[in-house]
């Protein structure tokens, strides 16, 4: 028993004459007599009677029908879903995401993804840098959130947004009076940094740019576990801007004056040979959210590309009569 042979059962047994059933099946009679009758044989048991007025269905023909008509939902249900998901519009995408990337800014992406796409479950998994790419090349994930910027021939790499850095320090340290923290006044102050390279690359390079060597604390497994270390006095640290969504108990942030232009950048990566219609929808909202939060000439950035999840830039100088340069 196939589904055609279902579909012909349903038809003779909706219209009760298989005349009728053969016009609406686009068939002459004879063919669709000898498929009931194939299917009565080889069930073994009598699906119809024969009556003057048409036919009727036995018992067993009853029981056949409501399952035939609960198969053809669950097959139209199936051919629905499928072509939703070929789609992009329904099934399960797995996001890999660690740090501070959870904090404020991929909750807005993922919750702007999910007003557009209600259908898709939505799966993250927070794992540790050195485990992300793994993942990403095994298919436990198709894509990651980080600050990290891979260089892989692999894989494909898109700016999420870039974030102006931050002070983080205990809402008692002499310094959270203040409404803005020279970089330079950190002189003096035990630097609390994660594990990350490209942070304590960025605290030397910040600090360095302002005349002295930062004093680092104890590494932090994480920034934030540096920001509960921060919180606690036994530091401070420089977090981006979107930590501020998160309240610790204790801790402050303080935008920084600085000679500078320092930022922490949020990314995305996914292989690049990942067709998968779900990742394109998720990607369509990461670009729209870019336009809001990336500078115009970042927003097309791609792996191999200049650039790092944090860096500075030289602020423009004025030139005579207001001009920047």
Do not use: W
Request: hydrophobic share 40%; net charge positive; with cysteine.
């Amino acid at each position: 028993m196939d589904l055609r042979q279902l579909n012909y059962f349903v038809a003779v047994a909706q219209t009760r004459h298989l005349g009728r059933a053969a016009e609406k099946l686009h068939l002459s009679q004879p063919p669709l007599t000898r498929q009931i009758q194939q299917l009565e044989a080889e069930l073994g048991v009598q699906l119809f009677k024969r009556t003057p007025h048409g036919m009727e269905l036995t018992p067993a023909g009853e029981e056949l029908l409501r399952d035939a008509q609960s198969i053809r939902s669950l097959v139209a249900q199936a051919a629905e879903r499928a072509q939703r998901v070929g789609r992009g519009q329904a099934g399960r995408l797995d996001v890999g995401v660690y740090g501070s990337a959870i904090f404020g800014l991929v909750p807005q992406v993922l919750a702007a993804f999910h007003a557009e796409h209600p259908e898709v479950e939505l799966v993250l998994h927070h794992a540790q840098t050195p485990a992300q790419l793994p993942a990403l090349r095994q298919g436990r994930v198709a894509l990651v959130f980080e600050r990290m910027l891979p260089e892989e021939v692999d894989v494909e790499v898109e700016l999420v947004a870039r974030e102006p850095l931050l002070l983080g320090l205990s809402e008692h340290h002499r310094l959270a009076a203040q409404d803005r923290v020279d970089v330079a006044t950190l002189r003096d102050e035990k630097m609390l940094i994660g594990t990350s390279p490209s942070i304590a690359a960025m605290t030397l390079q910040l600090c360095r740019a302002h005349g002295f060597e930062p004093r680092l604390a104890s590494p932090a497994t994480d920034i934030v576990t540096a920001t509960l270390l921060a919180a606690a006095g036994l530091g401070v640290t420089f977090v981006p801007g979107s930590m501020t969504s998160v309240h610790f108990p204790g801790v402050t942030y303080r935008p920084l004056q600085s000679r500078v232009d320092a930022y922490m950048d949020l990314h995305c990566f996914y292989l690049r040979d990942n067709g998968s219609p779900l990742l394109a929808a998720l990607l369509q909202t990461v670009r729209a959210f870019r336009t809001r939060f990336a500078p115009a000439r970042l927003r097309t950035r791609r792996s191999g590309s200049p650039g790092s999840a944090t860096g500075l830039r030289s602020k423009p100088r004025a030139r005579p009569g207001g001009q920047v340069e």
